[in-house]
């Protein structure tokens, strides 16, 4: 149980062009998920907090123009990174947390490696 | 807000050692504290967790120990195995209000066989 899951795994895109990521929970409802980015050898960044229904909101410095996220079930969240440029190149993954659990865990899915050419 | 350090950066041990690897928290609030581990390439996996109404938990070969007072946490691997290789988070949680999570910066683990 508890799986979640993220695609596509990996993209290469041109620069300037948009490329969305989906996550989703596969066998629970996930009311909250969380989208980091992760870079080479470091921690999970958090970027922000997708509510199932209502606006994401963002953690201090990250673009919500240009990562557009989109909460619209309670299995599916998804991010957009819109005109992507090299320096958005990095490993971005999701996290879901099971909805009316009295417990905290976050289940996180497998990532996304993103590469903008 | 939270803060979550951890130790050590790098952890070498041979198997069949045991590996401990520990975190302190700021926010006396945090209430639960689950540590993952990540694998090359993959997304981080929950392999443990606790809560701040229990000092210790054990799961076959992987145990936690919480120290309220202190404000710290320790990840402790028996009879490690090369497949125990990896990138081990700590994180903290605080009750109530928010649902983010803060991690520590990782411990990376080599086991050699």
């Known amino acids: 149980g508890a799986v979640v899951s993220q695609h596509p795994s990996r993209v290469i895109c041109k620069s300037g062009t948009s490329v969305k990521i989906e996550c989703r929970s596969l066998?629970?409802?996930?009311?909250?998920m969380f989208w980091y980015r992760q870079f080479p050898k470091k921690s999970l960044m958090l970027m922000a907090t997708s509510n199932e229904g209502s606006k994401a909101t963002y953690e201090q410095g990250v673009e919500k123009d240009k990562f557009l996220i989109n909460h619209a079930s309670l299995t599916l969240s998804t991010l957009t990174v819109t005109s992507a440029h090299p320096e958005d190149s990095s490993f971005y993954i999701c996290?879901?947390?099971?909805?009316?659990?009295?417990?905290?865990?976050?289940?996180f899915g497998p990532g996304t490696r993103l590469t903008v050419l | 807000g939270e803060n979550v350090e951890q130790h050590p950066s790098t952890l070498s041990v041979q198997e069949g050692d045991s590996a401990v690897i520990k975190c302190t928290y700021s926010d006396s609030a945090s209430n639960y504290f689950p540590w993952y581990k990540q694998e090359l390439g993959k997304g981080p996996q929950l392999i443990i967790d606790?809560?701040?109404?229990?000092g210790e938990k054990k799961d076959q070969r992987i145990a936690v120990t919480l120290n309220k007072t202190a404000k710290h946490f320790s990840l402790h691997i028996t009879e490690t195995q090369p497949e125990d290789s990896a990138v081990y988070f700590c994180a903290a949680k605080a009750q109530g209000g928010s649902e983010k999570l803060v991690f520590g910066k990782g411990t990376k683990l080599t086991v050699n066989p």
């Open positions: 066998d629970f409802q996930a009311t909250t």
């Open positions: 606790i809560r701040s109404n229990v």
């Open positions: 996290s879901a947390a099971p909805s009316g659990s009295s417990y905290n865990e976050q289940f």
